[in-house]
C-alpha cells in the first residue's frame, strides 16, 4: 500500500507558524504543509514562504493566503489537518476556529513545546507573557542591565515579526541604528528593537530562529528570548519569567497561549500594581497561585519618565501609544494617556474625525481603541497615513509613548513629549535576587 503523506495547512501571522514550519514539518517526509493562512498582519497574504527557507522537501516555497480563505482551501487541497499558530487570542476564539474547521472536515490541533522548542548551547532566559502590553520591554531591559553589570555579555533575541522580503529577513541582527534602515524595519519592529541599540547591546530577530540562536551563540556568554504578544518560548529556558497584567485581570486563564506560558513560569512579574486597584492584583495573584503554585510571584510598577512635563499641562494632547497594545492586545489607554492626566493635559484629543487611509481601517478593525492614537506603521502607506493623521488633528502637543523617537520616520509639525517607563520591583523577591540564585549573576 502507497504511503500517503498527511496534508497540514497551518493558520497563522507571520511569525509561529513559520517556526512551527521550521523545527516541526521541514524535514518531515510523513507530512505536506499544503498552504500557509493569515491574519492579524497587513500585506502578508498572497506571497510564499520562499523555497529558500522551505527547504528540499518544498521546492517551490508555500502559499500564504488570506485566513478569509480557509473553507476553500481546505476542500481544493484536501486538506486532512489545521493547525493552529498564532497568539494572542481567547480560548473562545481558539475553539471557533477548531468548530469551523472540524465541520469542514479536517482536525485541529496546536503544537505544544515538545518539537518546537530549541537547545541553546548556553544560558538561556525567556522573559515572556499572558497577554501583549504587560511589560515584557521593561522586564526584559531589567535583566539585561543586571546581567551587563555582572559583567557578562548577553545578547537578546526577539520574537519575530518579519513582514518584509522573507528570505533576506531569516536572520537579522541589529546592533545600530543603521540596521534598522538596512533590514526595513516596521514601526512595531522598530519600537522593540531602539531600546536595545540605545543600550549599545545586540538583538537578533528574523524568520529561521535555530540559524538565529546558533549566530547569537557566537557572542554572547548569555542568551534573553524576548518573546512577542503572549506566545510561549521558541527555546527551551533555564529560566521563565511571565510578566502578568492586573488591568486585565482573568486574561491569563482566558486566552490563548498565555495561560501555557503561566504553567510553564518559574517567575511571574505581577506589574503595573500602583495603577489599578489593589484588589485586582490579589485576585490575579490567587490565580496565578492555583495554576502554577511553584511559581514565584513578584509585585513591579512601570513608572513613567517624561522628558518635557510642562509643555503637557492645560493643553489639548494628541496621545499616541504602542500600537499591538491597543489593537488585538485590547487596552484602551497605556503610559501616554496616564502622563497626559498626571500632567495635567486640558484634553485628550479624540484623532477618529481625522483618521486618513489605513489609519481609518486599524480604528474600523479594532473599534474599542480609547481617545488616542495607536502608532501603526507596517508598511509606507501605512506611516504616511499616520502622518497626515496627526497633521489634520487639532491639538497643541502630541504625547508619544511609543518606545521609538518617532519622529525619525514622520513628520510631525507639532511640539512633541516623550514619555519612557521601566521597570520597578516592590517588595522581595526581586529579579537580582532569583539570577543570583539560578547562577545567572
Known amino acids: 500500500m502507497e504511503f500517503k503523506k498527511r496534508k497540514i495547512l497551518i493558520m497563522g501571522a507571520a511569525g509561529r507558524d513559520f517556526h512551527n514550519f ?78 469551523l474547521v472540524n465541520a469542514l472536515g479536517p482536525a485541529f490541533s496546536l503544537l505544544g513545546t515538545k518539537g518546537t522548542m530549541v537547545k541553546s548551547t548556553k544560558p538561556l532566559i525567556s522573559v515572556c507573557a499572558v497577554r501583549t502590553g504587560s511589560g515584557k520591554s521593561q522586564t526584559s531591559r531589567k535583566i539585561l542591565q543586571l546581567i551587563t553589570e555582572a559583567g557578562k555579555k548577553i545578547v537578546a533575541i526577539r520574537h519575530p515579526m518579519p513582514y518584509g522580503d522573507l528570505a533576506k529577513q531569516a536572520v537579522q541582527r541589529f546592533a545600530d541604528y543603521s540596521d534598522l534602515d538596512k533590514h526595513e524595519t516596521t514601526i512595531e519592529e522598530r519600537e522593540e528593537y531602539e531600546p536595545y541599540i540605545d543600550k549599545g547591546l545586540v538583538i537578533y530577530s528574523g524568520v529561521d530562529y535555530e540559524a538565529i540562536l546558533r549566530e547569537a551563540e557566537k557572542e554572547a556568554d548569555v542568551i534573553l528570548w524576548d518573546g512577542g504578544n503572549n506566545d510561549f518560548p521558541f527555546y527551551e529556558s533555564d529560566l521563565q519569567i511571565v510578566v502578568a497584567d492586573p488591568h486585565r485581570v482573568g486574561h491569563e486563564l482566558t486566552y490563548h497561549p498565555g495561560e501555557t506560558n503561566l504553567n510553564l513560569a518559574d517567575v511571574v512579574v505581577v506589574n503595573k500594581i500602583t495603577t489599578t486597584d489593589y484588589e ?98 507596517y508598511f509606507d502607506q501605512q506611516l504616511k497615513d499616520m502622518e497626515e493623521t496627526i497633521k489634520n488633528t487639532e491639538c497643541d502637543v502630541v504625547v508619544s509613548a511609543t518606545p521609538i523617537d518617532i519622529t525619525r520616520l514622520i513628520k510631525i509639525d507639532k511640539p512633541i513629549v516623550r514619555v519612557k517607563y521601566e521597570l520597578e520591583e516592590i517588595g522581595f523577591p526581586k529579579l537580582k535576587d532569583i539570577l543570583k540564585e539560578k547562577g545567572f549573576l
Open 22 to 99: 521550521n523545527t516541526y514539518y521541514r524535514e518531515n517526509e510523513n507530512y505536506e504543509v499544503v498552504a500557509f493562512t493569515a491574519t492579524q498582519i497587513p500585506d502578508i497574504v498572497d506571497r510564499k514562504y520562499p523555497k529558500e527557507l522551505s527547504g528540499p522537501l518544498y521546492p517551490n516555497g508555500i502559499e500564504i493566503h488570506d485566513e478569509s480563505e480557509l473553507p476553500r482551501l481546505i476542500k481544493e487541497l484536501s486538506v486532512d489537518e489545521v493547525v493552529f499558530s498564532y497568539s494572542d487570542v481567547t480560548h473562545e476564539y481558539d475553539m471557533h476556529k477548531a468548530s
Open 280 to 377: 485586582n492584583v490579589l485576585v490575579l495573584e490567587e490565580n496565578i497561585r492555583k495554576a502554577n503554585p511553584n511559581a514565584v510571584i513578584i509585585e513591579a510598577a512601570s513608572p513613567i519618565f517624561v522628558d518635557k512635563p510642562d509643555m503637557v499641562k492645560g493643553k489639548r494632547v494628541l496621545v499616541i501609544e504602542d500600537g499591538p497594545t491597543l489593537t488585538h492586545g485590547e487596552m484602551q489607554y497605556g503610559a501616554g494617556v496616564v502622563a497626559a492626566l498626571r500632567y495635567g493635559a486640558k484634553e485628550l484629543v479624540d484623532p477618529r474625525p481625522y483618521l486618513v487611509g489605513s489609519m481609518k481601517e486599524t480604528f474600523e478593525k479594532y473599534p474599542d481603541i480609547g481617545t488616542l492614537l495607536p502608532a501603526m506603521g
